[in-house]
Structures are given as structure tokens and as C-alpha cells.
């Protein structure tokens, strides 16, 4: 049984820094890819980041270039989304979600939300002064 369980969500001040943590267990990661989604109130889920082992594909979308680092401890099994100089339009339910060796082409990492078959509860990130 695949399950995800994200942590490490709360306030913060906008330029600060969250470091949120995604415990998968049931899913090898070394054959496939992690994804990180966020979903604003009255807006779609979105991806953030991905990261596939076997492509060795690091995805970030723009609005967080430079900003968020997806990293992995391989012992614990666990992907962190280090998030960095904050901004309130990063407030948001993030959620991890696990999913195939590559994107649609062969390449890559996914990230279209509907190319994950496996998702945590979410962890509410709220980035106001």
C-alpha cells in the first residue's frame, strides 16, 4: 500500500522560509518520480516540482525558480520541497504525489497532475505579514 504523508507546513512571513517534508512508503522512488502540487483556494492544483530517479529530471515551474529546492534522503525514504524567500501568492495546500519513471514523452519528470496516481493529505502553507 503506497502511502505519502506530507509535514512541515504553517505561517510564515513573507521572504521567510518553510522546508516541507513528503514520508512515502510503499513506492520505490528509485524507479520512479515525486511531485510536489500546490492548490490555492478557488484555483486549480498546479505543479510546483518534480524530480524522476531514472530520467534524472529536476522540474520547477517558473513562479518558483530560484526560490524552491526538491531534494531526497534516500535512508528515510523521504523528499523534502525546501522553500525559500516566500511570497503570500505561495500560500497554498501543498500536497506530494507519487508517480511514473518519466513524463509522457519518455523524458523528464511529470508534471501534469493527472499523470499521479498516488497523493498525500496536503499540508496548508500560508505565507502572511
Known amino acids: 500500500q503506497v502511502q505519502l504523508v506530507e509535514s512541515g507546513g504553517g505561517l510564515v512571513q513573507p521572504g521567510g522560509s518553510l522546508r516541507l517534508s513528503c514520508a512515502v512508503s510503499?513506492?520505490?522512488?528509485?524507479?520512479?518520480?515525486i511531485g510536489w502540487f500546490r492548490q490555492a483556494p478557488g484555483k486549480d492544483r498546479e505543479g510546483v516540482s518534480c524530480?524522476?530517479?531514472?530520467?534524472?529530471?529536476?522540474y520547477y515551474t517558473d513562479s518558483v525558480k530560484g526560490r524552491f529546492i526538491i531534494s531526497r534522503d534516500n535512508a528515510k525514504n523521504t523528499v523534502y520541497l525546501q522553500m525559500n524567500n516566500l511570497k503570500p501568492e505561495d500560500t497554498a495546500v501543498y500536497y506530494c504525489?507519487?508517480?511514473?519513471?518519466?513524463?509522457?514523452?519518455?523524458?523528464?519528470?511529470?508534471?501534469?497532475?493527472?499523470?499521479?496516481?498516488?497523493w498525500g493529505q496536503g499540508t496548508q502553507v500560508t505565507v502572511s505579514s
Open positions: 504525489a507519487a508517480g511514473p519513471p518519466s513524463g509522457v514523452a519518455g523524458t523528464g519528470c511529470p508534471i501534469d497532475k493527472h499523470e499521479y496516481d498516488h
Open positions: 524530480f524522476s530517479r531514472p530520467t534524472g529530471s529536476t
Open positions: 510503499g513506492f520505490n522512488l528509485d524507479y520512479n518520480s
